[in-house]
């Protein structure tokens, strides 16, 4: 006589236990995170929160003298009385736009060229990703030689070809000063841009690529068709870079005109540190600041919710 044993069934998440609410995860962290988040709230929030604070301020700066409040008078006068500040907003503007169609390009182009295998292929990633290594002010320094209008390497270099009538005082001229600062800031940065492609390109689906080629997929249709979705978060992340490291550019600017030629080559970020620290005027330095954060969060937080928004269809 055979006996049957019946089985009884597991319990409902016997075999899964429930997941931790996530404000219970996120209690257990919070130690590790509060050394970091001071550090941040301290250097980077304060100083913010600062900034706009004095904005509706006149103050020179000096202990001596109380900030006296006066609204909104900081932000008229920038407005409508400030002309540099209005030559600072174009050409911080020109500078988003550039940073975003010239560097972002030839960045992607280099990290699908040095994406293939090649002789030397890590040799190449590492020169054109060195001069992202170096300090802005380093980088000032080594192209105000390249520009110097008596030795510097351009203008010999134009005059050894025969085109020594294409020479040009690059940093002088009011015209094309905020460009060749520009050019060299593509030199520092593309780099950057490219290791990020290059990260982002080892995530494509190879079983993608080879089903495309396999149906008779061109080069240009598989970029397109399977390459660039797949590089939709990488390209996420370079485009809010570019945009902030555009928007608060300084270094460069300082180091190779000082905003000049007349103020050609004046940007928000350079303008406010001038009217604070130059002119001793903080709270028309700190309502540039202010603008300048203002129109950070208004391009970044828009094109991150648009992207969030095609991630989630």
Request: hydrophobic share 50%; net charge positive.
């Amino acid at each position: 006589m055979s006996t049957t044993t019946r089985t009884r069934p597991p319990r409902a998440g016997a075999l899964h236990p429930p997941r931790r609410p996530h404000h219970r995860r996120f209690t257990r962290a919070l130690p590790y995170l509060l050394p970091a988040l001071a550090l941040y709230g301290f250097f980077v929030v304060y100083p913010m929160v600062d900034a706009v604070r004095l904005s509706f301020f006149e103050w020179s700066g000096f202990r001596t003298e109380t900030p006296e409040w006066v609204g909104l008078d900081n932000y008229v006068q920038i407005f409508t009385q400030d002309t540099v500040f209005w030559t600072a907003l174009r050409n911080s503007a020109i500078w988003v736009v550039l940073s975003l169609l010239v560097p972002m390009v030839l960045a992607l182009v280099l990290a699908l060229g040095l994406n293939r295998k090649m002789f030397g292929r890590n040799l190449l990633r590492s020169v054109f990703y060195i001069p992202a290594v170096f300090a802005s002010i380093t980088v000032a320094a080594l192209w105000r030689w390249i520009y110097n209008p008596t030795l510097g390497l351009v203008n010999q270099l134009l005059e050894a070809v025969g085109l020594g009538s294409w020479t040009q005082t690059w940093l002088g001229d009011p015209t094309i000063a905020l460009y060749s600062i520009f050019v060299a800031s593509v030199w520092q940065s593309v780099g950057f841009s490219m290791v990020l492609f290059l990260a982002g390109l080892q995530t494509v689906p190879q079983e993608l690529v080879e089903a495309a080629k396999l149906d008779g997929a061109r080069a240009w249709q598989v970029f397109r068709n399977v390459t660039l979705p797949a590089l939709r978060p990488t390209t996420v992340v370079v485009v809010i870079l570019t945009i902030i490291n555009s928007l608060k550019v300084f270094d460069l600017v300082v180091g190779m005109t000082n905003g000049g030629p007349a103020q050609s080559t004046q940007v928000l970020a350079l303008w406010s540190y001038t009217q604070s620290f130059s002119n001793h005027d903080f709270g028309q330095g700190g309502a540039v600041a202010t603008v300048l954060l203002v129109l950070s969060l208004c391009l970044v937080i828009p094109y991150m919710a648009w992207s969030m928004k095609g991630e989630d269809r």
